[in-house]
């Protein structure tokens, strides 16, 4: 019997209130201002939690989630802008590795967006959920992209800033929660994936992410429900 267990984590609620809903056996916990939703899904034991928006309220849930429940794996799940050219709104992207783009220590010699303490610049994504991912949404014959995942506590939406953090990390899709998280499951020894649906592309702004977050939202809800039942 598989003994093990799957965090996932959205940050706002129509990221993960459909997930929410088909918990079995639910069990919450409310820590940190965080409520953690543990239970039953798909068949596997499971802990869910809305973290948020922005790196640091993720870090906060990914490390409490850690912490508390020792999950096996943590799988960020939600939406996310476009930032390369072929991207089209529910188009999922599946990130090899995630990057903070606004860490910046240049002015002391280093990379920009090396992270101080762990050195890196990219922080990697297990292949093996990834690619089960992956494979998830061709199933559901969803576009699916994998690559570098841009990630910072800004909202981009002008077309020059995209294309500045495609063009200087070589990434594919921006968002605003996933280096938190992939950074506390790197120093953890957690597993990490991270899966995004486009909610707006690179000329789209606030007002496309407004019209098209649900729709986004659902693709990758629904693409993560195919993971689990695959």
Do not use: W
């Not at 995630?98 to 002391?108: I, K």
């Amino acid at each position: 019997m598989d003994m093990s267990l799957t965090g996932i984590i959205g940050a706002m609620d129509l990221e993960m209130e459909a997930l929410i809903n088909l918990l079995e056996e639910e069990e919450c916990a409310t820590i940190s201002n965080v409520t953690f939703h543990r239970g039953k899904l798909f068949g596997g034991d499971a802990v869910l939690a809305v973290c948020g928006v922005g790196k640091c309220f993720s870090a906060i849930c990914a490390q409490t989630m850690i912490l508390k429940y020792h999950p096996d794996r943590i799988i960020n799940i939600g939406v996310a802008g476009g930032i390369v050219e072929g991207l089209s709104v529910g188009d999922i992207v599946v990130a090899n590795d995630v990057v903070q783009y606004d860490m910046d220590t240049s002015a002391v010699g280093d990379p920009v967006g090396l992270i101080s303490g762990i050195n890196i610049v990219k922080i990697p994504c297990s292949p093996k959920l990834s690619e089960g991912l992956f494979a998830a949404a061709k199933a559901l014959q969803i576009p699916v992209l994998a690559g570098t995942v841009a990630s910072g506590d800004t909202f981009v939406a002008s077309r020059e800033k995209k294309e500045h953090i495609a063009e200087t990390f070589d990434t594919v899709a921006c968002e605003m929660e996933g280096g938190g998280i992939a950074q506390a499951c790197y120093v953890n020894g957690v597993e990490c994936a991270i899966l995004r649906s486009i909610s707006d592309g690179i000329n789209g702004g606030g007002g496309d992410y407004e019209a098209f977050k649900h729709t986004a939202a659902e693709h990758s809800a629904a693409v993560l429900s195919a993971f689990f039942r695959g």
